[in-house]
Structure formats: C-alpha cells, structure tokens
C-alpha cells in the first residue's frame, strides 16, 4: 500500500515536471524561435531594399535607364491614390527574394561592364546569360553574335532579375528564355519571374515615379504590361527547318510568287489592324500557319490568307469595319451559332476568317458547301496562342503548331501538296450533314466582289 502511494507521488511530480518543460519549450523557446524569424523577416526586407537602392543608384551614375517591371510591385501600387513615397519601405519590402527590372537593348553598352564590375565591388555577386540575336537570322543565315540576355545580381539572399529587351522589326519588344533556378534554405526553389520561355510585349511609354523615397522609372499604366504577362509567350520560326525546307523545295521565285507573296502580307497586315482594332484575339490558321511553320513565309501557291477566332470573340461590328477598310465581303457561310465562317477580298487575294468553337476535349471549326448546303467539321486538340514574328508582323499562332498541322495536313506535312480538296484532303474533315433547307438563304450568303 506504501509503495502504491510512492508511485503515484512520484507520477504526479513527473507529470508536473514534464508540464513546466512544455511550457517553458512553448512560450520562451517558442517565443525566441519567433522572434528569430521575425527579425530575419526584417533583415531580408531591409536587405531587399537596400540592394534594390544600390542598384538604381549605380545604373544612374552611369546614365543606364531601367524600368521596374517586377508583377508583384507593379500589383501593388497600381491601385494606390496617396503618393508612393511617403511610407518608408511599403511597396518594395515584400519579402520576396526576387526583385526584377527591364532594360531596353538600346542602352546596353560598355557601360553596362562597368555597373556590373561596380556592384561585384559592392559585394553582388554577378551572372550573365546570353543568347543568340534573333533579328539577325535568317532562312539563309541560321546563325547569328550572342548578345545578353539576363543578368542576375545577388546578395546575401536578395536577387534582382535584370531582364533585357530587344525592340523587333514588328515594333514590340522581346526578351529571350532563360532556366536559371537558385534554391534557398529558408524558401526552397526560387524561380524568375520572366523567362520560363522567351515573351513579347508591346512597346510602352515610360514614366519616372518615387517608391518607397527611391525614383525610379515604371511602366506608365502598369495594368496594360501586367494583364500582357499571362499570354507573353513567344516562339520564333524555326529557319533552319525552312533551309533545309528550300533546300529540298527551291523557293518559287516567278513573278507571279513574288508578286502573290507581297499581297498576301499586305492582306494579312490590313487585317490584322482591323481585328486589332476591335480587340479580337486571332491567329494564322490552315495554309498560312503552314508557311509560317514549315518555311517561315507565304505558300505562294495557297492563294489566300487564312485566320482563326474564337467565336466566343467575334464582334458584330467586325464585318462592317472590314468593308470601311477597304475589304469586300465574297461569302458567309452558317451562323454564329454554328460553322461561322466569313470570306473577305482585298485586292485579287482572299482572306478567310475561320471560327474556332470550344469543346471539352477539342477544338473545332466548320465548313458549308456553297453548292449542296452539306456541313462539314475539322476537329482539333486543344491548344493555346503564342506569339511570333512573321514577315516583320507580331502575330499569334497556337501554341502546339505541330499537333496543329498534323491535325489538318498529316505527317506529311514537309510535303508541298498543290492540289488539295478542302472536303476530303484534311485528316481531320468529317462530314456531319445538311443544313435544313428552311436555313439556306440565311447560312449560306454569297456576295459580288467585283
């Protein structure tokens, strides 16, 4: 019995013990655990800023500009009405480890070896990225000098991005991709925030501004350039595809070719100022998208200019501003509905605007014969838009150009094919019907051009 109530004494004097170490490991342990974190929170913001403040004050002693694109910033402030400036540290102290500027290839020169040498002084340490400069390939020459693409400047556990962009013949701006990733102890992975793929972005107007008592220079409506992030992504032609494309195919080069082939751009430049216009997103289609793909130019022989929308697009306004531009409407075939499809001619060249309609595991557009009112679909794999630069144009095309034109020409697709029926040669045509003959008149609707 005594030695029962030794043992229960000497278990309730362990659980109080073990009780006193939980708390003390909970509330003094604990607390400097997150007081630690909490400072290091303060000392990695404050490091963020002052790097970000030693970067901006060397790249204006050198008279280098460079904006401040970093998305979570420009986020931040695109709503503020009181002035940036007047709270210390508000809206570049975010805690983020990765802060990232652009810098226009205009300005990059000499100097810029001299603010990289300056900030490795500083104790930055430095890394450089290049690229080949694709405004010097060509079809007949597939090479091009590296010009730079990244720099990455980091100290202590703060890096700024400084993304350079190169103005393009089609007036926008590009910058080239990069796989750089830095892991952290405290975070992880850190990935760049531009540069998964190569981007285009439209020129902008530039302003200088104070944030946080630093002047720098930002995007004047920082809404445009965010809301471009999302669908910056680029792919350039592949010329040497197209080399050996001509290689095994000479280039056309009768009158007639070269003659159809400055049309045809004509054609496609009008067209894109009127869809641009009226914000409707589009892309190169069928026997264009072709060209561009396989020999990064017109098909002289397809004779006309093809473009896809999403019907979900489409503007009722857009037939009537194709006519005040100068296009002269051939045909309308279905209904918006259904197998929407309208015909322009500029010139003697026709452009066909094909509508694209979203299933839940494919895309599709349709097709009418004029003659039987017999309806026809070509199916395709989901896909998204990319840009691209096409006869010094900056255009979309999908985003998975080859299960594109497999879709619609095979694996054949190197082959020239200057015969083709656009009934039964696509793989993906499939006859689905008639039209009901009370619907004729209104579904299919041909028009004198001349």
């Not at 278990?11 to 109080?16: D, G, M, N």
């Not at 720099?151 to 991005?161: A, G, P, S, W, Y």
């Not at 445009?224 to 494309?245: G, M, T």
Request: charged share 25%.
């Amino acid at each position: 019995m005594r030695r029962s109530h030794i043992l229960v004494g000497l278990t309730f004097c362990s659980i109080i013990f073990l009780s006193v170490q939980l708390y003390f490991l909970s509330n003094v342990v604990g607390r400097k655990d997150s007081e630690v974190n909490t400072n290091n929170k303060k000392n990695m913001k404050q490091q963020a800023y002052e790097n970000i403040k030693t970067f901006l004050a060397t790249c204006n002693s050198h008279k280098i500009p460079v904006v401040l694109i970093d998305p979570l910033v420009l986020a931040s402030i695109v709503n503020v009405s009181e002035k940036l400036s007047e709270k210390t540290c508000r809206f570049l102290c975010t805690g983020d480890r990765l802060t990232t500027f652009g810098a226009i290839n205009n300005n990059w020169g000499p100097e810029w070896q001299d603010i990289v040498s300056e900030m490795t002084k500083k104790g930055f340490s430095t890394t450089m990225f290049t690229t080949r400069d694709p405004r010097l390939v060509t079809v007949d020459s597939v090479s091009s000098p590296s010009v730079p693409a990244h720099v990455l400047l980091q100290r202590q556990d703060h890096t700024i991005h400084l993304v350079i962009f190169y103005e393009r013949p089609g007036n926008y701006l590009w910058h080239a991709p990069t796989r750089w990733r830095r892991r952290s102890p405290q975070t992880g992975e850190i990935r760049l925030k531009f540069g998964d793929s190569a981007g285009a972005y439209d020129k902008m107007e530039i302003v200088g501004v104070t944030i946080d008592n630093i002047a720098m220079l930002v995007p004047h409506n920082p809404s445009v350039f965010l809301n471009q992030i999302p669908h910056s992504k680029f792919l350039e032609c592949n010329h040497k595809r197209a080399k050996d494309f001509y290689a095994k195919y000479p280039r056309d080069s009768t009158p007639e070719a070269v003659l159809f082939r400055k049309e045809a751009r004509d054609v496609l430049t009008r067209g894109k100022i009127v869809l641009d216009q009226l914000g409707v997103r589009f892309w190169m289609s069928s026997g264009t998208c072709l060209g561009w793909f396989r020999q990064c130019d017109i098909i002289p022989y397809g004779m006309d200019v093809d473009l896809g929308i999403w019907i979900k697009d489409y503007n009722p306004k857009l037939i009537a501003w194709f006519k005040m531009s100068g296009f002269h409407l051939e045909h309308l075939f279905g209904k918006v509905s259904d197998s929407f499809q309208l015909s322009f001619v500029y010139g003697s060249v026709k452009l066909d605007l094909f509508f694209f309609y979203e299933e839940a595991d494919h895309m599709w557009n349709g097709g009418t014969q004029a003659k039987t009112g017999g309806k026809f679909k070509y199916y395709f794999p989901k896909f998204t838009l990319c840009w691209t630069e096409f006869l010094e144009l900056k255009i979309q095309i999908p985003c998975e150009t080859r299960d594109y034109i497999e879709a619609n020409y095979g694996k054949n697709w190197f082959e020239p094919v200057k015969k083709w029926d656009w009934k039964k040669s696509p793989p993906n045509v499939v006859k689905i019907g008639q039209w009901n003959k009370d619907e004729l008149d209104d579904v299919i609707q041909m028009f004198d051009v001349h």
